[in-house]
């Protein structure tokens, strides 16, 4: 059923926009939603070939997710497309109450997640999703690494029925998967191996994790684990604690503030089980700002070069306060 | 789990309101029992004396909200409502919202007068192992559309609802009502809500404000004026009538006429808030307290004895046909 696997750099929101006109033929009981946004979400897709199911709610993001809870209530398949920033912030009691409570099959696609949306600026750049959706209970949270992950994610978000916060990005990014995947399998896959640090990534910062790996391989002698955490919530424990324990030392990267998003993600399920060091890149205390979307993530150190440093330092501090497992993986 | 017979057990200094009559059998499609205007009169009275008691148990929830509502609930259920609660999921029937959820008790009363659930069950509001959630819980209750609660949320899920409608091809046969309360209208989303319905062309959907004056700080003049509520609704493309939402055979037409109707209806139903209680009724100071066991007992007394008379009314009109 998806469409074609891309091989040059594409944003993940197109990737929305393509499966959404996919499932649509697949389902009628499929309709999106947008939020007068639906040429930059890509819902616009949906709109054109089914404009019959299509509901652009204009300006108003809170009224548009309570609709798509009274579509679902009555045996629809809605897809709600808006800015991260409003999906996930304004709409919040909305989401909470109407999507996760009643745990309906609704998805929702927040595209220009992140700060690498640009010149918008702070108002616009969302940086707190991934934490607020993380904490609702019921809701699963999905991050993909690039256009054919983010492909197969809207096709599985619809295959689960279950409320799920699918999180896409405004720029152009590299491709990271050669064929649409299978499947999402456990949420996560190691795409590079390694004894030394395990890096774990989510959506943008996934390609940039591997061309990390790349420069430790190339420039310290470091084998580096990359792990590509495509869903947030739930997430898979057990992949985690096993190169946790095999490497005894992980970086995290995300483009989201370290508080709730996957770095006490990871870490939460290390303290509890594995604790080792676990350093995190991604945005402190602090706010985003205008500027082109790459010079935003230079700005804010969301880069290869950002995960490597990072790397190094949690490198000097392993043998320093790591120690061996207290349990192994098959504890879990 | 709660035990509702435990729970019956500890308002037995109460006393409850009798039901002198059975529930009328479950509206079926096509062929619907039409209860006249003073046995509907009658049975919000029995409603009345359901939140009472409900409440009394629960020590929690609204209800003077849910006693300015009565009428027009027990208009819905037992009139203008197609559904059948043999089946909760009758993709026909007419759907109702309670968009302000914090009067769930006379909704509860309302679905287990007609067999949703055992009418033991309303004994265990607000509790734990119960199914009665102090707001209303789709995944919880049979009967139950939509989970509401937050203020604001109800009008924009009946509108989608009624948009499922049309594209199931139902909106011609399937009517949305939606209840709401004058919070509802202070918050910003009912009015997104109110656009969108004209925006979209819906013709299925009737709003009813229950409109009672009174909320959890002050009168809703002295809060946040909502002003002239019709005029709003007007102004936005709907059309709106006001009535006195006590007035059942008003309710009555103003809820059926909105079904004829080509465009969103709004009904601006004026109320009294604690309506059919007289300490209650109208005063401020009553929202979200639940009665102490002494007004329990006082407010019963009251319901029955009207109880008694709508009843005997009914008698002697029925000897005299």
Redesign the interface.
């Known amino acids: 059923m998806p469409a074609e696997a891309k091989r040059e750099p594409i944003a993940t929101r197109h990737a929305y926009g393509d499966a959404l006109v996919e499932l649509g033929e697949h389902d009628e009981a499929v309709v999106a939603l947008d939020a007068d946004l639906a040429v930059s979400t890509q819902s616009i897709k949906f709109g054109n070939r089914f404009p019959d199911r299509f509901f652009n709610c204009g300006a108003a993001e809170a009224n548009m997710m309570s609709i798509a809870c009274g579509l679902a209530a009555t045996g629809k398949r809605p897809f709600c497309s808006t800015f991260a920033i409003f999906a996930a912030g304004r709409a919040y009691d909305q989401v909470r109450l109407g999507i996760a409570h009643n745990e309906l099959p609704i998805v929702i696609g927040a595209s220009h997640g992140g700060v690498s949306l640009g010149e918008d600026g702070a108002s616009h750049q969302m940086i707190e999703d991934i934490a607020l959706m993380r904490a609702l209970p019921r809701m699963r949270v999905v991050v993909p690494a690039d256009y054919n992950q983010a492909s197969r994610a809207t096709i599985d978000a619809y295959e689960s029925a279950a409320p799920t916060y699918l999180r896409f990005g405004r720029p152009s990014t590299p491709i990271v998967y050669d064929e649409i995947p299978e499947t999402l399998g456990s949420g996560i896959d190691v795409l590079r191996t390694g004894k030394d640090i395990t890096l774990v990534a989510t959506g943008h910062m996934v390609w940039r994790a591997l061309d990390a790996a790349e420069a430790l391989a190339h420039d310290d002698g470091v084998e580096a684990e990359v792990l590509n955490v495509a869903r947030v919530k739930p997430l898979d424990a057990e992949t985690v604690l096993e190169s946790l324990s095999k490497t005894g030392v992980a970086v995290t990267a995300e483009e989201h503030r370290v508080v709730g998003g996957l770095a006490d993600a990871v870490r939460e399920v290390a303290a509890e089980q594995h604790p080792v060091p676990i350093f995190a890149v991604g945005m402190g205390d602090e706010f985003g700002v205008s500027g082109t979307g790459e010079a935003c993530m230079e700005h804010f150190g969301l880069t290869a070069r950002g995960i490597a440093d990072r790397a190094r330092e949690a490198l000097v501090l392993k043998p320093i306060v790591s120690r061996p497992p207290l349990f192994g993986p098959e504890w879990t | 789990m709660a035990d509702p017979a435990a729970n019956l057990a500890r308002v037995s200094h109460l006393r409850p309101v009798p039901d002198p009559k059975p529930p009328p059998r479950p509206s079926e499609p096509g062929r619907r029992p039409e209860p006249t205007i003073p046995e509907l009169e009658r049975w919000a009275t029995v409603l009345r004396g359901e939140c009472v008691r409900m409440l009394a148990v629960a020590k929690s929830g609204h209800l003077d909200s849910s006693l300015s509502a009565a009428d027009i609930v027990t208009a819905l259920y037992y009139r203008v409502l197609r559904h059948d609660p043999a089946r909760p999921g009758w993709?026909e029937r007419d759907?109702f919202v309670l968009c302000k959820g914090h009067a769930a008790p006379i909704q509860y009363a309302s679905l287990a007068h007609h067999g949703y659930f055992p009418l033991g069950d309303l004994m265990g509001l607000r509790q734990i192992g119960s199914q009665l959630q102090g707001h209303p819980?789709?995944?919880r209750t049979p009967g139950v559309?939509?989970?509401?609660?937050?203020l604001?949320?109800?009008l924009?899920?009946?509108?989608?609802?009624?948009?499922?409608?049309r594209?199931?091809g139902l909106d011609g046969t399937a009517q949305v009502f939606g209840l709401l309360s004058d919070g509802d209208c202070q918050e910003g989303?009912t009015w997104?809500?109110a656009?969108?319905a004209v925006?979209?062309g819906l013709t299925n959907l009737t709003a009813i404000v229950d409109y009672n004056h009174l909320q959890t700080d002050g009168t809703t003049e002295e809060v946040m004026d909502v002003g002239d509520l019709r005029a709003k609704f007007e102004s936005f493309g709907w059309d709106a009538v006001e009535i006195d939402g006590h007035d059942m055979a008003a309710v009555v037409d103003a809820l059926e006429r909105s079904r004829a109707l080509e465009r969103p209806a709004a009904i601006i139903g004026q109320t009294r808030k604690g309506r059919g209680v007289s300490f209650m009724e109208g005063r401020f100071g009553f929202h979200g307290k639940p009665p102490t066991p002494e007004q329990a007992a006082d407010a019963l007394a009251e319901l029955e004895a009207k109880l008694e008379e709508q009843t005997r009314a009914l008698q002697a009109a029925g000897e005299e046909r």
């Open positions: 993709p759907r819980d789709m995944t559309e939509v989970s509401t609660g937050s604001g949320q109800g924009s899920m009946c509108v989608g609802i009624c948009l499922a409608l594209l199931d989303q997104e809500a656009t969108t925006h979209f």
